[in-house]
């Protein structure tokens, strides 16, 4: 059983458009993180919430719990923003959604 | 610069040999963490510990082997009674000792094991 879903699973936009990214659990959570993982691996962490709305430069995350979902939003795309987006609730564990694999052309 | 340094980035085996991949953190972080990437799916908890000298296993600890002898090193053991060994293994820190994932995880760049 997956306990994140995360859609779509593949993303191509042009840069400039407006991308969001939707992760829906099944589990009772604390915490969201989004991390962003780069073609060669690498692992960053963007965001840790747990209510409402957070901003950090042209990313916005947000949850609602009662509904058990959350979304990150991409203003402006840039093709530098290519990459796979996981989303990991953390409940008694971590979850981690397999990923939207995200491609920004120019 | 502070962070998380991982080595090899690459690294090759032969079937039923051990083999130890390097963890190293210089952010005074107390938590670290072991993940494993397979294609398609999530990253996979292996082992996590909270403090010097204690760990705890993850879902997919078996096969795995740890010791937190030192905060700045978590290296883990690949073990030739681990089936599928071949996988991106990724190492995580964070300052939050009251429960992981409370606080930011900081991940290093990887390394990437084939067994042959």
């Known amino acids: 059983k997956n306990e994140v879903e995360q859609s779509p699973q593949n993303l191509t936009a042009q840069e400039g458009e407006f991308i969001t990214i939707n992760c829906s659990y099944s589990?009772?959570?604390?915490?969201l993180h989004w991390l962003q993982q780069h073609p060669g691996g690498g692992i960053v962490s963007l965001f840790m919430l747990s209510s409402g709305k957070k901003k950090h430069g042209r990313l916005i995350a947000t949850i609602n719990i009662q509904e058990k979902h959350s979304s990150l939003h991409i203003t402006a795309s840039h093709p530098r923003d290519s990459a796979v987006y996981i989303c990991a609730p953390l409940g008694n564990q971590f979850y981690f959604g397999t990923g939207t694999s995200l491609t920004v052309i120019p | 610069d502070g962070g998380i340094t991982q080595s090899p980035k690459y690294l090759f085996r032969k079937e039923g040999q051990n083999v130890t991949l390097s963890c190293e953190q210089n952010?005074?972080?107390?938590?670290m963490y072991w993940y494993r990437q397979d294609p398609g799916q999530g990253l996979r908890l292996i082992y996590y510990s909270q403090i010097v000298n204690d760990f705890q296993k993850g879902d997919i600890a078996e096969g795995y082997s740890v010791s937190r002898e030192k905060k700045e090193s978590f290296p883990l053991t690949v073990t030739s009674a681990q089936k599928n060994p071949t996988a991106f293994y990724l190492c995580?820190?964070?300052?939050?000792?009251?429960?992981?994932?409370?606080?930011?995880?900081?991940f290093g760049p990887g390394t990437r094991l084939t067994v042959l």
């Open positions: 589990v009772g959570i604390s915490a």
């Open positions: 995580a820190s964070s300052y939050s000792t009251g429960g992981w994932g409370t606080d930011t995880q900081y």
């Open positions: 952010l005074n972080h107390d938590a």
